[in-house]
């Protein structure tokens, strides 16, 4: 083998090593939007949760645009020393986590749950709390948090004890209040310890290791939400997916939902066999004005036969609009009837305005594993663009009856392709693309949703979308939406459970994954689509950045984001791109964005597309960035974190970095 080949082999293994990766993780009435606007009464340099005002990552500072960015530098570096590779029984890391900017302090929480204070124009820490989340617990091989929450209590005079509370989520399912300037335990709060989630959860006994918690808690009014991230794929009756509602103050539970109720159904021995999951592990949206809180929910367990939650299942894979202040159902669209592909919602639902006939309509966009936006009227449910149901494939799997259809959008335009023809196979070379072309046509491939199957079925868009948890970014004076995708064809066999427990464990280096979907006739096997040299039988490129224009719902601009060349150590052209984790922002007239699997963040005119910047980072950035400003005649600054992922291979770091534009000459310097 030449020393070329063997190059180009480690650095296909990498990338083959990450898809397996990703695979397990796992109107036709004329639109106008209004002028930029910003909610009353919230400082306009503020970033008060982790995905902005309203979900909609966006901020009203304009310092920052498409003739300054290329001036920014780097104004200070925070490491938070929480970095570690999966190896010698301790789990790695994946620093997720968008700070938040309150009380003029920067708050971050780290892939170990520590909570982080730090003066947000110089990177100084003020404080840190250490929840002692115990590393050692490999379940899921990764911890990560993405953020965490603030919350100030009217009923409490500024300045005494626990008057601006930090709400830090840790990933083994337990929810701390703290008080904002000094980083210890609120007493009155669950007694001053963490609030154990776990407590009450339907079918937990025995699979606590299944549940956990990764985005976020949404604050509104005096109530803190949480939902639950529940792993895929293990058992037919996985713990619940409850969506409860505490207090701010004491942690005591105020409402539970349960998006899965009575769903189920009689197993072979005559035993109730309940749905469990359906869970939201995305973060939730906060409408305070109307009481309302936007809830995506996920797919019923398990992930890939449902012969056991016959019918539609309830509430899962919906956007549901719940009432914050009694968890009451408002309104709900369900997204994927009967879900066997893993299309959970994965990405927190945005708010933004529309005009329509002269008046201004609030709404909330939904974004989707399929690639798809669902645009609601926010108070009534009703659809902004129309919604058509349309016929679909049946399972031809026995015991499985899926839905005859699943609701399309009819616009916006679907931003990822929706089928992978064998004659669209790619391959480097006309061996790697006819093996490819025969792989495809091996399987079950009749379109969007078609079913698993027993000798294997194409899921396109994958697993991992379309979009996944960072997403939308919406600029109201433009009415540009911009979001990342990725296009990576998967595949999902059916091993008949006789099969199935028979399969010793799977070999290390394998690329694909087993899931057992206990109680259940049928395990599933999970894998990327790809070539004998482990390169994507998908054409490229494999991720894309788009902008929507919301008052038509037609695609503005597509350009492919990223590049490969850090995870595979050889030059990859730009027109392939990258698959991304992590979001965008809008500031100014320009779209930011890291996420992709190379260490660098970079900038694109919001109206064109066009690259206008890009700052190389000392690891990955598997995160969203945020801007602000502390104080009037301050600087703007752009913050992310990157750490990378260990579960993907990404470059690992423990950096919070902040850039800002050069401080003014001059007696404004002296400040």
């Not at 194409?458 to 697993?463: I, L, T």
Request: with cysteine.
């Amino acid at each position: 083998m030449s020393a070329s080949r063997r190059l180009f082999g480690s650095a296909s293994a990498r990338l083959a090593f990450f898809l397996l990766a990703v695979a397990a993780i796992t109107a036709s009435t004329h639109l106008r939007t209004p002028r930029r606007t910003f909610t009353p009464g919230l400082e306009p340099g503020a970033w008060p949760t982790s995905d902005g005002v309203g979900g909609a990552h966006f901020s009203p500072l304009t310092d920052i645009n498409r003739e300054s960015i290329p001036f920014l530098e780097v104004a200070w570096t925070y490491r938070t020393g929480d970095v570690a590779k999966y190896a010698h029984g301790m789990a790695g890391t994946s620093f997720e986590a968008t700070p938040i900017l309150a009380d003029g302090i920067l708050f971050v929480s780290t892939p170990r749950n520590r909570a982080i204070a730090l003066d947000p124009e110089t990177g100084a820490e003020l404080w840190t709390f250490d929840p002692g989340l115990d590393a050692t617990d490999v379940s899921h091989h990764v911890t990560t948090s993405r953020g965490l929450a603030f919350w100030a209590d009217p009923q409490r005079p500024k300045g005494t004890e626990c008057a601006s509370r930090i709400f830090l989520p840790v990933f083994d399912a337990r929810l701390f209040a703290l008080d904002a300037h000094t980083g210890r335990p609120c007493p009155d709060f669950a007694g001053g310890h963490g609030l154990d989630l776990g407590r009450g959860v339907a079918r937990i006994e025995g699979r606590r290791d299944q549940y956990k918690l990764t985005a976020p808690p949404t604050v509104i009014g005096d109530v803190v939400v949480v939902g639950s991230s529940v792993f895929d794929g293990q058992s037919a009756d996985a713990p619940s997916g409850v969506v409860r509602g505490f207090d701010a103050r004491t942690g005591a539970l105020r409402w539970a939902w349960e998006p899965l109720a009575g769903v189920g159904a009689r197993g072979t021995d005559g035993r109730w066999v309940p749905a469990g999951a359906g869970n939201t592990w995305a973060t939730n949206t906060a409408d305070p004005e109307r009481d309302l809180v936007f809830v995506p929910t996920g797919s019923p367990s398990p992930d890939h036969y449902g012969g056991l939650r016959p019918g539609d299942d309830g509430y899962a894979n919906s956007l549901v609009a719940l009432r914050a202040s009694t968890g009451e159902v408002v309104w709900h669209a369900q997204l994927v009837h009967h879900d066997l592909w893993d299309y959970d919602l994965p990405s927190p639902p945005a708010l933004i305005t529309l005009e329509r006939d002269g008046h201004e309509v609030p709404a909330v966009v939904q974004s989707t594993k399929m690639g798809y936006l669902f645009v609601f009227n926010r108070e009534t449910g009703e659809p902004l663009f129309p919604i058509e149901e349309r016929p679909v494939p049946a399972s031809d799997v026995p015991g499985e009856v899926t839905s005859p259809t699943q609701p399309f959008p009819v616009l916006p335009e679907p931003l990822t392709p929706q089928h992978l023809d064998p004659e669209d196979a790619w391959g480097l070379t006309p061996l790697d693309r006819d093996a490819c072309r025969r792989k495809i046509a091996s399987m079950r491939n009749d379109g969007p949703f078609t079913p698993p199957s027993l000798r294997g079925t194409v899921v396109y868009p994958g697993f991992i979308g379309g979009m996944e948890w960072g997403g939308v970014a919406y600029d109201p004076a433009s009415g540009l939406l911009v979001t990342n995708t990725n296009q990576l064809a998967m595949a999902a066999t059916l091993i008949p459970r006789k099969v199935a427990d028979r399969l010793g464990p799977t070999p290390r280096n394998a690329k694909y994954v087993v899931q057992p979907q206990e109680g259940t006739p049928y395990a599933v096997r999970r894998e990327p689509v790809l070539s004998p040299l482990g390169i994507p039988c998908t054409p490229p490129p494999w991720g894309t950045l788009h902008a929507v224009d919301m008052r038509t719902g037609r695609i503005a601009w597509t350009v492919p984001l990223g590049t490969l060349t850090d995870l595979t150590r050889v030059p990859s052209p730009n027109a392939w791109g990258s698959p991304n984790l992590g979001g965008p922002l809008v500031t100014g007239d320009v779209v930011i964005i890291a996420s992709t699997m190379d260490r660098r963040i970079r900038a694109f005119d919001l109206a064109t597309g066009e690259s206008v910047w890009s700052a190389k980072l000392p690891a990955s950035a598997q995160a969203t960035p945020m801007t602000y400003r502390v104080r009037p005649g301050g600087r703007q600054y752009l913050v992310i974190c990157a750490g990378g992922h260990e579960g993907l291979h990404s470059s690992l770091g423990d950096y919070v970095i902040a850039f800002a534009l050069p401080e003014p000459a001059g007696p404004e310097a002296e400040r």
